[in-house]
C-alpha cells in the first residue's frame, strides 16, 4: 500500500489521521482538534500538508484548523460554511480528487445535522468521524433517531473489508454496553481483556473492519431477527422491546440504553 494512516491522539479520547503518500509525502489531515502533535508528526516525515477534512462541526474536530493553516495554508473541506477557515463547502456523492487519494462524500446526518463521512473505494478506508464507531454509534445531538438510522445504513452498505477510523476512543466502554446490556457472551471476560490488551499494545483500536461490525454493532443490526430475539430476550430487556418492533424502534430502544449506560 502507497498510502498510510497515522493515528494522531487528541484531547482526552479524540483522533486526529494524517493520511499521506508514501513515495510522494502529500498528506491530509482530518478532524484536527489539537495543531502542536500532527505538525510534530508532519515536520518529522517532512510531509507536504495538502488539505484538511473535516467531518462536522464540533469543536473536538475543529479547534486546530486555525494554528494547522498558519503552518501550511491550505484548502478545508467542511460541510457547513459556519465552521471557521471553510475554503471548499461539499455535500453528499461529491467527489474530492488529491494527486494521491480521491473521497466520495457520504451524507450522515444523526449526531449532527451537518455530519459527513469520507470514504475511499480504492484503499477501502472509512472515516466515519462521530457517526459509526467499533461496537456503536454516535449520540444525537442534533437529528433524529430516523435520520441517524439511516446514515449507518449507508455505511453498512460499504464493502466488509472498509477499514473504519472514527472519531473517539469509545471501544471498551461500547464492547461493556453490548455484553452488559444487550447480549449473552459466555466467554465476555476473554473479549474484554482481548480489547483492552489491543489498546494497550497499539495505543488504540482502530481501525477496525466494518464487516466484523456489521455481525457485532447492535446498532447496524436493527433489521436482524435473530439479533433482536437476542436483545430482546436478554434478562435486562423483557418486556421491554418486542422482537416484533419496527427497525426504528428497535434502533431507538437501544440508542436510549446506551445514552443512560
Known amino acids: 500500500m502507497s498510502i498510510k494512516v497515522e493515528i494522531i491522539n487528541q484531547l482526552s479520547d479524540n483522533y486526529s489521521y494524517v493520511i499521506h503518500s508514501i513515495i510522494t509525502k502529500e498528506a ?3 478532524d484536527p ?4 502533535p500532527i505538525i510534530n508528526y508532519i515536520k518529522n516525515n517532512h510531509l507536504i500538508l495538502k488539505g484538511l477534512l473535516i ?4 469543536t473536538d474536530h475543529t479547534s486546530g ?3 494547522l493553516l498558519k503552518f501550511k495554508n491550505v484548502d478545508v473541506y467542511t460541510p457547513n460554511l459556519l465552521i471557521p477557515e471553510t475554503t471548499k463547502l461539499i455535500k453528499d456523492k461529491d467527489k474530492i480528487f488529491f ?6 462524500v457520504i451524507s450522515t446526518p444523526g449526531h449532527t445535522l451537518d455530519h459527513v463521512v469520507y470514504y475511499n473505494d480504492k484503499e477501502k478506508f472509512l472515516f466515519s468521524g462521530d457517526t459509526l464507531f467499533y461496537y456503536g454509534c454516535g449520540r444525537l445531538f442534533e437529528g433524529t433517531m430516523e435520520q441517524m438510522l439511516t446514515s449507518l445504513k449507508k455505511i453498512k452498505d460499504l464493502p466488509d473489508d472498509t477499514s473504519v477510523y472514527c472519531g473517539h476512543e469509545y471501544t471498551y466502554k461500547n464492547l461493556e454496553f453490548v455484553l452488559k446490556e444487550l447480549v449473552y457472551w459466555q466467554d465476555r471476560g476473554k473479549l474484554y481483556q482481548r480489547c483492552k490488551e489491543l489498546i494497550k499494545k497499539n495505543g488504540s483500536s482502530m481501525p477496525f473492519y466494518l464487516g466484523h461490525q456489521k455481525d457485532w454493532n447492535p ?16 434478562h435486562k430487556n423483557e418486556g421491554k422491546i418486542s422482537v416484533e418492533a419496527s427497525e426504528l424502534d428497535f434502533f431507538t430502544f437501544i440508542r436510549n440504553k446506551r445514552n443512560r449506560f
Open 219 to 234: 446498532f447496524l443490526n436493527c433489521d436482524d431477527s435473530n439479533y433482536k430475539k437476542g436483545i430482546a430476550n436478554f
Open 65 to 67: 484548523i486555525k494554528d
Open 55 to 58: 467531518t462536522h462541526h464540533h
Open 28 to 30: 491530509l489531515v482530518v
Open 33 to 36: 482538534s489539537e495543531s502542536k
Open 99 to 104: 494527486d494521491f487519494v480521491n473521497f466520495l
